[in-house]
């Protein structure tokens, strides 16, 4: 008898030590190579960096889905019912769940090889099946543990609230989704980006946005384009398209009222929050200036400060009497507005043309800034609106 309890005894030990062994040896999908170099992923062979790192899950290497989202230009949303996901953009519609090797792409079943799942908050999902799902070409480097997604950068891509946007940049094709459906062309627009660009919207109201696409191209800095597309209820109503070589990009996007301000060429077009034009002007004909595009400093109901693209002159307009004045030959001394005019407009110092920036209009008064190359002096003038 006490031999069958010390038997019994020695197998419960055994029992436990096994299972012990084998709690220790439990660890998270990609834990296991956590002691070896760590899986990095790149984006057209350039270096990506990531809020969460890569997890490796039985050969599968495996993403935040909300930074493989942005990495692809691609819209992300998650429903609680059902615990779904999905990633949207102009080429796919991907539908996936957690837990499940079951998923759609474009309304097609397709098997996963492994499950999207939920890591402290955080849900993975396989890069390799979301990427080539959009186009993507997904290579990888056992040597250097690294993922690399080859993908042409076909789009430019914002958001604002529930609703995304995507320009196909060659041909100016405006895609939206909202929601967690899919992506629909809804205007042909005249934009195209040639270089760098930033994509941005915002909201006048729920139904109205304003995207507005800034191109950089050719030298750095030198050629200028800002598209801005007016999107009420996914519908384009305005475009204008306004070219600036070189020099800064000073316009100010609502006036005194909080109207939108919207320049196409040497056409100013004020708009209210409701998406409705509520003024058009022909800053040529105000000012008697001949340049193709010009920038708007200042804008309320009395005045408009103006500049021409090329000629460069800040010019005060007085809305009611039509009057103009050239700010420089204004309020700098003879001197000095002798420097600006002798100055080729083509020139390094020409580059802040006549080196005036509007800084306010405050009790009648219109208070400016100007910058001198020669010195660097920055020097603060005040122009008296109640002598016009």
């Known amino acids: 008898m006490a031999m069958e309890e010390l038997r019994m005894k020695q197998s419960k030990w055994v029992l436990a030590l096994m299972l012990s062994v084998a709690l220790m040896a439990t660890v998270w999908p990609g834990e296991a190579d956590a002691a070896g170099k760590p899986v990095t992923v790149t984006h057209n062979n350039g270096e990506v960096e990531l809020q969460n790192p890569?997890?490796?899950?039985?050969?599968?290497?495996?993403?935040?889905?909300?930074?493989?989202?942005?990495?692809?230009?691609?819209?992300?949303?998650?429903?609680?019912?059902?615990?779904?996901?999905?990633?949207?953009?102009?080429?796919?519609?991907?539908?996936?769940?957690?837990?499940?090797?079951?998923?759609?792409?474009?309304?097609?079943?397709?098997?996963?090889?492994?499950?999207?799942?939920?890591?402290?908050?955080?849900?993975?999902?396989?890069?390799?099946?979301?990427?080539?799902?959009?186009?993507?070409?997904?290579?990888?480097?056992?040597?250097?543990?690294?993922?690399?997604?080859?993908?042409?950068?076909?789009?430019?891509?914002?958001?604002?609230?529930?609703?995304?946007?995507?320009?196909?940049?060659?041909?100016?094709?405006?895609?939206?989704?909202?929601?967690?459906?899919?992506?629909?062309?809804?205007?042909?627009?005249?934009?195209?980006?040639?270089?760098?660009?930033?994509?941005?919207?915002?909201?006048?109201?729920?139904?109205?946005?304003?995207?507005?696409?800034?191109?950089?191209?050719?030298?750095?800095?030198?050629?200028?384009?800002?598209?801005?597309l007016v999107i009420a209820n996914q519908k384009l109503t305005l475009e204008t398209r306004t070219f600036y070589y070189w020099h800064p990009n000073n316009n100010i996007e609502r006036s005194a009222n909080n109207n939108a301000l919207l320049i196409d060429g040497a056409t100013l077009y004020e708009m209210n929050l409701e998406g409705e034009l509520v003024g058009k002007h022909d800053l040529k004909a105000l000012t008697g200036y001949e340049d193709k595009d010009y920038q708007v400093e200042w804008f309320d109901d009395n005045y408009m400060v103006v500049r021409p693209e090329r000629t460069g002159w800040l010019t005060l307009v007085d809305r009611n009497t039509k009057e103009t004045t050239l700010l420089a030959e204004a309020v700098l001394d003879e001197e000095t507005w002798g420097i600006f005019q002798s100055l080729e407009k083509i020139g390094y110092e020409f580059s802040r043309w006549d080196g005036l920036k509007v800084v306010e209009i405050k009790d009648n008064k219109l208070i400016l800034a100007h910058y001198l190359f020669i010195d660097n002096v920055i020097t603060q003038y005040v122009f008296d609106l109640s002598n016009q």
């Open 54 to 228: 890569p997890i490796l899950q039985n050969g599968t290497t495996q993403l935040p889905l909300r930074e493989i989202g942005n990495l692809l230009n691609s819209k992300t949303t998650w429903i609680p019912e059902g615990k779904r996901i999905v990633i949207t953009n102009p080429q796919a519609r991907i539908e996936l769940a957690l837990g499940s090797k079951q998923a759609k792409v474009n309304g097609k079943n397709v098997e996963l090889r492994t499950v999207p799942y939920n890591k402290n908050g955080v849900v993975y999902v396989p890069v390799r099946f979301i990427s080539e799902a959009f186009g993507a070409q997904v290579d990888w480097h056992e040597k250097e543990r690294r993922v690399n997604i080859t993908m042409e950068t076909k789009y430019i891509y914002t958001t604002q609230d529930a609703t995304s946007y995507w320009l196909e940049k060659t041909n100016g094709k405006l895609y939206s989704a909202s929601n967690a459906d899919s992506a629909k062309l809804i205007a042909d627009t005249k934009a195209e980006v040639l270089g760098s660009s930033e994509f941005t919207v915002e909201s006048l109201s729920a139904n109205v946005h304003v995207l507005q696409v800034y191109d950089s191209f050719g030298e750095p800095g030198f050629n200028n384009v800002i598209y801005k």
